[in-house]
């Protein structure tokens, strides 16, 4: 199974045979699995303080008296679950263990399926990528890709081979995020487009352009080819990443 070399300008440069990775079975399962445990890896420990709702000289009187057991005092805030400004009934507990645990060959396999999956062009629409309907993927260009330094000239490449639409489509669905996320740094909200694979260093002229994420055959993980466990992502590689991928 072979896949056409495009040159910068989006012309035909040769070809180049693709490793057995590109045949592996489709598992979106896996997929899924190894982004989530990605994700879940990555939370912070959070968790109410643990005297919270508690700091009051409020005390039960105990038995005797025909009264309920809640700690009681005069205009003063009840340490109780079910009473205002009392202690949360179960709060979040910041020693909770957050992490998802995966077999490494099930992640290794996730990795080559979802690897796989980039080939797949009917995969790739459905993901709502936009890209010619006459190309071919796995999409791979001439290693002259990785020397490039400006952001222009990455551009200039991905409308040379027809994917330019795809990261339009990323700037202009920018936007605000709902929810209290917008106040804590994370104010927008953007689509991905091209994963961009490379060799050796991750491409810095690709890296600023809307929705695109970088990285190398080497190192390139579930997360980056299939973002929120959906396989199938639009992905750009050079010749030398392709041979490089073998080894995943």
């Given amino acids: 199974m072979n896949a056409t070399v495009h040159d910068l300008d989006g012309g035909d440069a040769g070809s180049v ?18 982004v989530s445990a990605a994700q879940a890896n990555r939370k912070q420990a959070y968790g109410a303080d643990e005297f919270a709702g508690l700091r009051t000289p409020a005390e039960s009187f105990g038995s ?71 190309l071919d993927l796995p999409l791979v ?9 400006k952001t222009q000239e990455a551009l200039g490449v991905l409308e040379a081979v027809g994917v330019d639409a795809d990261v339009e489509r990323a700037d202009e669905g920018r936007s605000v995020r709902a929810g209290r996320g917008k106040t804590r740094g994370r104010k927008y909200s953007q689509p991905k487009s091209v994963l961009v694979v490379t060799s050796e260093e991750p491409s810095r002229a690709a890296r600023n352009l809307a929705g695109v994420d970088v990285a190398t055959a080497g190192e390139v993980n579930a997360e980056d080819l299939a973002p929120g466990t959906h396989p199938g992502r639009l992905t ?13």
């Fill in 17 to 34: 045979e693709l490793p057995a990775i590109f045949e592996t079975a489709f598992r979106p399962d896996l997929i899924g699995r190894a």
């Fill in 64 to 134: 005797g008296r025909g009264l309920a057991h809640v700690p009681r005092s005069e205009n003063v805030a009840r340490r109780v679950p079910h009473a205002v400004s009392g202690r949360a009934a179960h709060p979040p507990k910041a020693e909770k263990d957050q992490t998802k645990k995966l077999n490494d060959k099930e992640r290794q396999l996730a990795v080559q399926s979802a690897i796989a999956a980039t080939a797949d062009a009917e995969l790739v629409a459905e993901r709502g990528h936009a890209f010619d309907d006459d």
């Fill in 141 to 149: 260009v001439s290693d002259e890709f990785e020397d490039l330094e």
């Fill in 236 to 248: 750009l590689w050079t010749e030398s990443a392709i041979e490089e991928v073998a080894d995943r």
